[in-house]
């Protein structure tokens, strides 16, 4: 068919560039080994944390759930798709959380897009670090509010955008709370002392934190001890919970007001009967086996430790994400290719999801791992990076 000649166009000069990527299937279900291509390899690139999503507990919550309430729930939450177990598993979130109340929705992404496009008019401003998450940045792009961006976790910045923009009804400042491209974490207790001396409201986005940062996996809020402190904390369902979703936990009078005008609450279906259980099952997971997190942690310091000592470049994370940087966008993704010929999944990241110049191969390790494991692991990166001249 003809029309997308033009597209076609730029696709090609990406297979030039060597950046243009075609989707890795994953042929068995995700855990810390998976098969790609008949092949078994070690997986560093899912944000499987705990290793939920194959955690006995929650699959045997979903299938109950589809023998009991079906497959799918047949409308959105606000005219006949929030069944008890939605209500349940909100409940459970906002008293995890610390706060009076939560909402949830169909992902992280939508979660991000719902909330600040609902909550501010043009006699607002958004105030959002440089490094923010793409949810956040299209979710800016949906409000009529003036926006001003701040130098990455730069609080001299931070507090220059907040002296600037006085004239507001009402500010609101977002982070995300673990950097998810270089596994750092925000100065979230400087952010707060600066919001509450400009009198601003403060946003994190947790998707990083939720089941890996504070007690039980509460995220980075409970880990600085500022619950109470933070306006609006965002969750994901998707990562370290293992399934699907994204939400708000927040006051009531918030949630009330998305119940009536976040736009991916109200005009997409509800999650169905499966998602919401295994949800549920996840919660409970992270407050009666806190021994997982205590694995992550393990697994994260013995992983970062190892790449180090190869002499690779790993930045400024503190979190199992741990990025090893290349410079160049096509040797990330020829190291990750190389990674996987030995047995290691682990994705290239370069332009347009991080600067350019600041291509990389990221690897999150999770709770599943096993010492064995992250050790072959380590052989396979010190053999990949010095055949590509990456290590020396
Ligand atoms: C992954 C991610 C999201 C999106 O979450 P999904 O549930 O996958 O849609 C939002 N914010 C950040 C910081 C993320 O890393």
Same mark, same amino acid.
């Given at each position: 068919?003809?029309?997308?000649?033009?597209? #076609?166009?730029?696709?090609?000069?990406?297979?030039?560039?060597?950046?243009?990527?075609?989707?890795?299937?994953?042929?068995?279900?995700?855990?810390?080994?998976?098969?790609?291509?008949?092949?078994?390899? $070690? #997986?560093?690139?899912?944000?499987?944390?705990?290793?939920?999503?194959?955690?006995?507990?929650?699959?045997?919550?979903?299938?109950?759930?589809?023998?009991?309430?079906?497959?799918?729930?047949g409308?959105?939450?606000?005219? /006949? =798709?929030?069944?008890?177990?939605?209500?349940?598993? &909100?409940?459970? @979130?906002?008293?995890?959380k610390?706060?009076?109340? /939560?909402?949830?929705?169909?992902?992280?992404?939508?979660?991000?897009?719902g909330? @600040?496009?609902?909550?501010?008019?043009?006699?607002?401003?958004?105030?959002?670090?440089?490094?923010?998450?793409?949810? $956040?940045?299209?979710?800016?792009?949906l *409000?009529?509010?003036? +926006?001003?961006?701040?130098?990455?976790?730069?609080?001299?910045?931070?507090?220059?955008?907040?002296?600037?923009?006085?004239?507001? %009804?009402?500010?609101?400042?977002? *982070?995300?709370?673990?950097?998810?491209?270089? =596994?750092?974490?925000?100065?979230?207790? #400087?952010?707060v002392?600066?919001?509450e001396?400009?009198?601003?409201?403060?946003?994190?986005?947790?998707?990083?934190?939720?089941?890996?940062?504070?007690?039980?996996? +509460?995220?980075?809020?409970? !880990?600085?001890?500022?619950?109470? %402190?933070?306006?609006?904390?965002?969750g994901?369902?998707?990562?370290?919970?293992?399934?699907?979703?994204?939400?708000?936990?927040?006051?009531?009078?918030? $949630?009330?007001?998305?119940?009536?005008?976040?736009?991916?609450?109200?005009?997409?279906?509800?999650?169905?009967?499966?998602?919401?259980?295994?949800?549920?099952?996840?919660?409970?997971?992270?407050?009666?086996?806190?021994?997982? $997190? &205590?694995?992550?942690?393990?697994?994260?310091?013995?992983?970062?430790?190892?790449?180090?000592? @190869?002499?690779?470049?790993?930045? *400024?994370?503190?979190?199992?994400?741990?990025?090893?940087?290349?410079?160049?966008?096509?040797?990330?993704? #020829?190291?990750?290719?190389?990674?996987?010929?030995?047995?290691?999944?682990?994705?290239?990241?370069?332009?347009?999801?991080v600067?350019?110049?600041?291509?990389?191969?990221?690897?999150?390790v999770?709770?599943? !791992?096993?010492?064995? &494991?992250?050790?072959?692991?380590?052989?396979?990166?010190?053999? /990949?990076?010095?055949?590509?001249?990456?290590? %020396?």
């Amino acid at each position: 068919m003809k029309g997308f000649e033009y597209l #076609q166009e730029e696709l090609d000069q990406m297979k030039e560039e060597g950046t243009f990527r075609t989707l890795v299937s994953i042929e068995s279900e995700q855990g810390s080994k998976v098969v790609i291509n008949g092949k078994e390899v $070690i #997986q560093l690139s899912s944000n499987n944390y705990l290793g939920l999503t194959t955690h006995p507990r929650l699959k045997q919550a979903a299938l109950q759930a589809v023998n009991e309430y079906g497959a799918g729930t047949g409308s959105v939450r606000t005219i /006949a =798709g929030t069944f008890s177990m939605h209500d349940e598993l &909100e409940k459970k @979130l906002a008293k995890f959380k610390h706060t009076e109340a /939560a909402l949830v929705f169909q992902s992280g992404f939508t979660t991000n897009q719902g909330v @600040l496009s609902s909550i501010l008019t043009n006699q607002d401003v958004v105030i959002s670090d440089a490094l923010n998450h793409a949810s $956040i940045i299209d979710g800016i792009r949906l *409000t009529k509010a003036a +926006r001003k961006v701040y130098k990455h976790v730069d609080m001299n910045d931070l507090e220059k955008a907040l002296q600037e923009t006085q004239q507001y %009804r009402k500010r609101i400042i977002v *982070t995300d709370g673990v950097f998810s491209m270089d =596994g750092n974490i925000a100065p979230l207790p #400087q952010i707060v002392e600066l919001a509450e001396k400009y009198d601003a409201l403060v946003m994190v986005d947790d998707a990083h934190a939720s089941g890996v940062l504070g007690e039980n996996g +509460r995220g980075t809020v409970n !880990h600085f001890n500022l619950d109470g %402190r933070v306006h609006i904390q965002v969750g994901t369902l998707s990562k370290a919970v293992g399934v699907l979703g994204g939400y708000i936990a927040s006051t009531q009078t918030l $949630i009330d007001y998305l119940i009536h005008k976040g736009r991916p609450f109200l005009f997409s279906t509800s999650h169905p009967p499966a998602v919401t259980a295994a949800c549920i099952e996840a919660v409970d997971v992270l407050l009666e086996e806190p021994e997982l $997190i &205590e694995k992550l942690w393990d697994n994260t310091e013995f992983f970062k430790e190892g790449l180090q000592k @190869l002499g690779f470049q790993t930045g *400024t994370s503190e979190t199992p994400i741990t990025p090893i940087f290349v410079g160049g966008e096509s040797l990330a993704h #020829q190291f990750s290719d190389k990674l996987l010929e030995y047995g290691v999944f682990a994705q290239g990241i370069a332009f347009p999801t991080v600067e350019r110049g600041k291509a990389r191969v990221r690897t999150i390790v999770t709770a599943q !791992h096993s010492r064995d &494991e992250l050790e072959k692991a380590l052989e396979i990166f010190e053999k /990949a990076g010095k055949e590509l001249g990456i290590l %020396r």
